[in-house]
């Protein structure tokens, strides 16, 4: 018995069929409709054993093969095209609105102590100062006895120094003054230079105190140079810095390597002098240390203390930051909270 399989009615059926699928569900049914266990392919080959010539057998083989194989193609486009409208329905689904603004990927700041560092050099820079460096491991020369301060003398004590050697000849710098040392050895007057950088002290970490902390060093020296230059150069830089309505004031004080030496205030940034906590109802904040360079300093650089004077100022960077950004607690400088740094 011959079997003829009508290929073009199979073909053109499953067409018009698998036009009419949308879904998965639908398309698994048509298909093992055709190609599945019961499908038609396979009645189709359980025949086969319905012929006896082996050349018709064989030809009815192949034919089923082709159409089946037709067949598949078929669904193979199916599919792909069922596929491609998913994702497109999960597109839709997942659309998003792109002229919203999205969430801003967190980006790095720069930590407060060192934004204002580059506050105070650019206001200096733009008086003529220039900034300079030096090391951080000092030898006690450049530390104390070039600044007038003598093994012997009572305000070595007065700074709780790291040392690094038995012998106190190696330290870690109690201020940025011995920059001033450094820088005067090897450049002649006249100069203007500030140094900043890192300090080290024996303190206990607390709101007001830490065992380190960055300070910016000042020094201006030419001839005829006076307290009022003095004066005005920290009016200028205080008024910048805080604000024009802010006013210095030189209290006398204390330093080996300054005299006359001063502590200096600006009126109260909070309550504009009135008086409040922060200035303890004085009206005044002392923001750094001051006063003409003593003459042993130049003297032990060798310069001429009765041709050359000049000035010099220290303050600690953390301490203006603290006034200037409102921040009532050392600690939350050196936390690197993002979010403090944010808002700050
Ligand atoms: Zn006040």
């Not at 603004?101 to 700041?109: D, E, F, L, T, V």
Request: hydrophobic share 35%; aromatic share 10%; net charge negative.
């Amino acid at each position: 018995m011959a079997l003829t399989i009508d290929r073009d009615e199979i073909i053109g059926t499953l067409k018009r069929e698998i036009q009419e699928i949308t879904d998965m569900q639908e398309f698994q049914n048509l298909k093992s409709k055709y190609l599945g266990k019961k499908g038609l392919i396979k009645s189709l080959m359980n025949s086969l054993k319905d012929i006896d010539d082996v050349e018709l057998k064989k030809e009815y083989g192949k034919s089923v093969n082709e159409l089946k194989e037709e067949l598949e193609t078929l669904f193979d486009e199916k599919l792909s095209e069922l596929k491609e409208k998913e994702r497109e329905e999960k597109e839709k689904k997942n659309w998003v609105d792109i002229t919203i603004p999205g969430a801003r990927r967190k980006i790095g700041k720069e930590n407060l102590i060192t934004k204002t560092r580059k506050e105070i050099e650019e206001i200096f820079i733009g008086m003529g100062f220039s900034v300079a460096e030096g090391p951080e491991i000092e030898n006690s020369w450049y530390n104390f006895d070039a600044l007038n301060t003598p093994e012997w003398h009572p305000a070595r004590e007065m700074q709780d120094t790291f040392y690094l050697s038995l012998d106190k000849e190696k330290l870690l710098r109690t201020h940025t003054s011995p920059v001033q040392v450094r820088t005067m050895l090897k450049s002649k007057p006249p100069l203007a230079i500030i140094s900043p950088g890192r300090v080290y002290r024996k303190d206990e970490l607390d709101a007001t105190h830490s065992p380190v902390f960055h300070q910016v060093e000042g020094l201006y020296v030419d001839r005829n140079v006076s307290v009022s230059h003095l004066k005005m150069y920290l009016e200028v830089f205080a008024q910048k810095f805080f604000g024009n309505k802010v006013s210095v004031l030189l209290r006398p004080s204390y330093f080996p390597f300054t005299e006359p030496s001063f502590e200096v205030d600006i009126s109260c940034i909070f309550c504009g002098g009135k008086g409040c906590n922060v200035c303890k109802n004085t009206g005044w904040i002392e923001i750094l240390g001051a006063g003409l360079v003593h003459p042993n300093v130049f003297q032990s650089v060798n310069y001429d203390p009765k041709v050359w004077q000049g000035f010099a100022f220290g303050m600690g960077i953390e301490r203006v930051a603290m006034l200037k950004y409102n921040i009532p607690d050392l600690r939350e400088l050196y936390k690197n909270d993002i979010r403090f740094i944010e808002n700050s």
